[in-house]
């Protein structure tokens, strides 16, 4: 089958779902040649595109309900080329106005690089997603958004660390914990009240 796009984007993270909250499933991935997020959408005919303007090189991309009130959001990480900028961008899309608001979280905690890897879940066991990012350089930062504010809170170090997380029940207790590959090993996080 032919590509979506003839362009060399496999170097950044993209994500796949209801970022529009129309019930209908989009593809998101950042482009590499410019400051923009490309949207993908099933038609008919084939698959149809969409740009969304940034104003930053997006590297990695994850899409879900952080403010736990039912409405999907996109959240893109920044790119790697100055130290002290890692910022994280929510994007809410507005149906009213057919556009994309933006907000922004900035990680005290990721001093350096940013170039963060995203994942977003429940590893709390409380019922309520938290946005996880990983710094290139940095560690791991858990972002959630409480009384129309973000929090943000340093994990630990992960030095090293610049595969992508994810959030899970590997021990197959009913408890899901944060997994995240170092440099030589795996490392497992698990929430203690």
Known sequence: ????????RS????????????GSNYIYHPDAN?????EYRWSTNGYVENSIPLPMMAQRIAIGDLHNDGIQRLYVSDGFYSPGTAYIREL?????????????????????????????GDARNDGKNRLYSIARDGGLVEHSHHNSKWETDAIDAVTGATATIAIGNARNDNKKRIYVAGTSKLLEYTYKK
């Open 1 to 8: 089958s032919a590509p979506m796009v003839n362009q060399n």
């Open 11 to 22: 170097l950044f993270q993209g994500a796949m779902g209801n970022g529009r909250n129309d």
């Open 34 to 38: 410019g400051y923009l997020l490309r």
């Open 92 to 120: 809410t899309y507005d149906d009213n106005s057919k556009s994309w608001l933006e907000d922004i979280l900035h990680s005290s905690h990721c001093p350096k690089y940013s170039r963060h890897e995203l994942f977003i």
